[in-house]
């Protein structure tokens, strides 16, 4: 994904590119070879990364099926509260954070223990419980799981936020290579002629054929990835959490002066609230009992068990067939928390919901759900549901896993020409413009995708320095990079 021939070699004349445009060119090569050359081992790790993690719901189906599922239907299930007090008997004094009622008789309850970590992509110790006995029947580290590792690593390359920062990095300029990309094939493409048939020759013509074809799904991978990352994607919440949104805020709740945020309740890939929801405040549960000392997920002396809140709640539910969603159920935190019931349609965003439960009255404080989204949220919710290759199905799987392999095809094909064009030596990049105005055109373009993807624009800053500063005034330098 690094860099296509400034002017391939020909076997029979072209038009003459006009100087300005032959500058401009060589303008948008230099940024294409560099952004490339740079990123591509980041692109590589998320694409392949990103291709494994689709399969996370069969894979571990079938990894995790003989704590996940009986050899028996159930027909008369113990209560949830003992079930979860069966599952934190196996860990004396350690919170529970979520329930997951099972979906059908053959499935086991699962109950999320509290784990070693905390902050992003943190996990919890899953405990499956027979609901018909309220017997353990095993216990998994979710922290130690394998798509728990390809998720830190997709997500963060498991280097907390400077990882995270990274991989934002990488997307943006993912975005910048596509750009760029598309530039150098549309301005050459009357001028090129039959590329000889060398190695390089081929290899050339499956990158531009492979970024021609799949540029746009690989354009669509990146921006609706972008809303989990750290810099951009809080942004785009803010956005979307004041324009164009129903959401409660925090002038609802006169009493509290810094409500809780839904999306800071659980990190747990699987136990946590949709993205469009994580900015919604957290009311809280009624007063009477908030004298009673508390740790995180842990009952109050008053509150209502766990099936009581569900039963409040369900009449509130709007749509959530057992066969195709799950209920997931955050326990109260402390004295003023709430039940926090959350429906997840494997498939439909628009079928997800959130409700804040009064652990000690049952009163639905807030049901916030599709047709109270933005326009924004509701366009990033179905982005995403597309991004994980569920939305549609197994075609949508297998369209975005060609998008990963689109992404590997690019950086290795780039990466491989690359390696074959450079002189003994040098970096191989392609000559500096002589003309300062047509740069500076170049320049002002990628100056507005910088201000669009603010962690773009601060490297394109660094780099420009780093040219300046560095690379123009050392001679070692400059004869190496160009």
């Known amino acids: 994904m690094t860099s296509v021939q400034a002017r391939p070699e020909t076997s029979r004349p072209a038009a003459a590119p006009s100087p300005a445009s032959s500058q401009r060119y060589r303008v948008v090569w230099r940024w294409h070879f560099y952004a490339g050359l740079f990123v591509a081992p980041v692109l590589l790790v998320l694409a392949v990364t990103g291709s494994i993690y689709l399969f996370k719901e069969p894979f571990e189906a079938w990894r995790y099926q003989d704590v ?20 934190q008997s196996t860990l004396p004094g350690t919170p529970v954070m979520s329930v997951i009622p099972p979906t059908s008789p053959d499935r086991t309850t699962r109950v999320i223990l509290q784990g070693s970590e905390s902050g992003p992509f943190a996990e919890g110790i899953s405990v499956y419980v027979d609901p018909s006995t309220a017997q353990v029947v095993g ?22 936020t400077v990882g995270d920062r990274i ?3 990488a997307a943006c ?50 921006l609706s990835g972008l809303p989990w990352s750290g810099v951009w994607g809080d942004g ?19 009493n509290t002066s810094a409500p809780p945020l839904s999306g800071d309740l659980s990190d747990h890939p699987d136990a946590k609230v949709p993205w469009a929801a994580e900015r919604l405040p957290v009311p809280p549960s009624g007063d009477e009992h908030a004298g009673h000392g508390s740790t995180a997920g842990v009952l109050q002396p008053g509150a209502l068990p766990v099936e009581a809140a569900l039963t409040a709640a369900e009449p509130r539910i709007r749509q959530c067939p057992a066969a195709e969603c799950d209920v997931k159920v955050l326990l109260p935190d402390g004295p003023r928390g709430v039940y926090t019931i959350v429906t997840d349609h494997r498939r439909d965003p628009s079928a997800a919901q959130t409700l804040h439960v ?16 933005g326009v924004m949220a509701k366009a990033v919710e179905q982005g995403i549901a597309l991004h994980e290759g569920r939305r549609y199905g ?33 970096a191989g990049a392609p000559a500096r413009a002589t003309n300062r105005r047509t740069a500076y055109g170049v320049m002002a373009i990628m100056a507005l995708l910088g201000l669009l993807f603010p962690l773009a624009g601060v490297t394109m800053v660094a780099v420009l320095l780093l040219d300046w500063l560095v690379l123009r005034r050392i001679p070692a330098a400059a004869r190496v990079f160009g």
């Open 358 to 373: 009064d652990q000690y009255s049952g009163r639905v404080l807030v049901s916030y759900g599709w047709d109270e989204y």
């Open 173 to 222: 300029w993912a975005l910048i290579l596509v750009a760029t990309g598309t530039y150098l094939w549309w301005s050459g493409r009357r001028t090129r002629t039959k590329p000889a048939r060398s190695g390089r020759g081929r290899l050339r013509r499956v990158h531009i054929v492979t970024g021609v074809g799949g540029g746009a799904v690989v354009v669509f991978l990146v």
């Open 236 to 254: 785009l919440q803010r956005i979307q959490a004041g324009t164009g949104s129903t959401t409660p805020s925090a002038d609802d709740y006169p």
């Open 167 to 169: 991989v934002e990095i």
């Open 394 to 426: 197994t075609a949508n799987l297998v369209v975005m896993l060609g998008a990963c392999l689109t992404l590997i095809t690019l950086v290795v094909t780039g990466t491989w020409m690359w390696w074959k064009r450079r002189p003994r030596g040098r």
């Open 139 to 160: 216990r998994i580290d979710d922290s130690a799981t394998f798509m728990r590792v390809v998720r830190t690593v997709h997500g963060e390359l498991m280097s907390g």
């Open 68 to 87: 996940r599922t009986l050899a028996e239907p159930v027909t008369a299930p113990r209560p949830l509260s003992e079930q979860i007090a069966a599952a």
